[in-house]
């Protein structure tokens, strides 16, 4: 992820094999960084990238792009000084973990492509997962927030209301939640109270860049359905986030 609030829940007594040190400092998208615990120094490229990483999440997520491309292309230049393909294929991750989340699902994470075979399982289970393609053996290897959401879409899909928004309500970090549904999203089981979940997640936050995308979303598949009314009130939430602010009133 990986984000912003990057506290989708706390790490198991047992964690997989890996360097879960670089995935506590450059948090992958949603990964945990509540669950670093205290050891040697980090590396200043580890602050510096972790410190860009959260100031491009930000402005990403309030549609702020030309300040994160900056601060995406700091954080790749600090994670670059190491020389491996594990903390470059986790930041890019990461970005497209937040571009997802936004509902930008064209290129499938083409920047991340060339490392992952050269990155570990952790990365390589994220990439699939976040493309809607996890197995069973990835897993283990996911952030504890994705855990259950794979584990459910590798089972056949059921007739079960509200089952999915009830699985990204348990997610408790925003953003984590968010990334979750594109994933539901993208499998073609994100059902209508899920998406409702999403758009209020995205508004609960202030989000501008995925509350706009998911209510766009909601408008096209609430006309699809014949329900004028919350397509009406979709769009008019769409006319509302994108309108000028007032100016300032003189005092």
Do not use: F, K
Request: net charge positive; proline share 8%.
């Amino acid at each position: 992820m990986p984000a912003q609030n990057q506290r989708a829940g706390s790490v198991p007594p047992v964690q997989p094999r890996g360097n879960w040190g670089l995935w506590c400092a450059l948090g992958l998208g949603v990964a945990l960084l509540a669950g670093c615990a205290a050891g040697p120094r980090v590396p200043d490229w580890q602050i510096e990238a972790h410190g860009a990483q959260q100031r491009a999440i930000r402005a990403d997520l309030e549609g702020r792009q030309r300040v994160a491309e900056l601060e995406w292309q700091r954080a790749r230049a600090a994670a670059q000084r190491t020389a491996r393909a594990d903390p470059m294929a986790r930041l890019a991750l990461s970005r497209c973990a937040v571009a997802q989340a936004a509902l930008d699902l064209a290129d499938a994470c083409q920047a991340a492509q060339p490392l992952l075979p050269h990155a570990g399982l952790a990365e390589q289970a994220y990439a699939r997962y976040l493309l809607g393609q996890a197995q069973a053996a990835d897993i283990e290897w996911l952030p504890p927030a994705h855990r259950p959401t794979a584990r459910r879409l590798l089972e056949p899909a059921t007739a079960a209301t509200g089952e999915t928004a009830a699985l990204l309500r348990a997610i408790d970090d925003p953003l984590a939640r968010l990334v979750a549904a594109s994933v539901w999203l993208r499998a073609q089981r994100l059902d209508p109270e899920a998406l409702a979940l999403a758009v209020q997640t995205a508004s609960d936050q202030g989000w501008r860049r995925p509350l706009l995308a998911w209510l766009h979303l909601q408008a096209t598949l609430a006309q699809q359905r014949g329900q004028a009314e919350q397509a009406a009130e979709a769009l008019r939430r769409i006319e509302w986030l994108l309108a000028a602010p007032p100016p300032p009133t003189r005092p």
